[in-house]
Nanobody, 124 residues
């Protein structure tokens, strides 16, 4: 049974930092590209960042590029999202997702497995 469990969310002031983690189990982690998505109240789920199986290739949304960094530790079956210089508009539920080997994708439909999400709230 595949499980993706996010942690690290919380309340942070604008300009601050937060680090999210996503621990995977039940799958061969190194065979999956991983992505982070977010969903704010009343909005569609949107792409944040993705990383390939080796960690060598990454992509970001325009709104997070330069502020967020995605990374992974295949020895720990964990993917991370370092969030710096956060803004109130970053407030959302952040979810990680897994996609079998292939090109990186910004489409939520390309991902097979999803976590439940962790809430990030940025105060102004």
């Amino acid at each position: 049974q595949v499980q993706l469990v996010e942690s690290g969310g919380g309340l942070v002031q604008a300009g601050g930092s937060l680090r999210l983690s996503c621990a995977a189990s039940g799958l061969t982690f190194s065979m999956f590209s991983m992505g982070w998505f977010r969903q704010a109240p009343g909005k569609e789920r949107e792409f944040v960042a993705a990383i390939n199986w080796s960690g060598r290739n990454t992509i970001y949304s325009d709104s997070t590029k330069g502020r967020f960094t995605i990374s992974r530790d295949n020895a720990k079956d964990t993917v991370y999202l370092q969030m710096n210089s956060v803004k109130p508009e970053d407030t959302a539920v952040y979810s990680c997702a897994a996609r079998r080997l292939g090109e990186l994708s910004i489409s939520k439909d390309a991902y097979y497995y999803w976590g439940q999400g962790t809430q990030v709230t940025v105060s102004s």
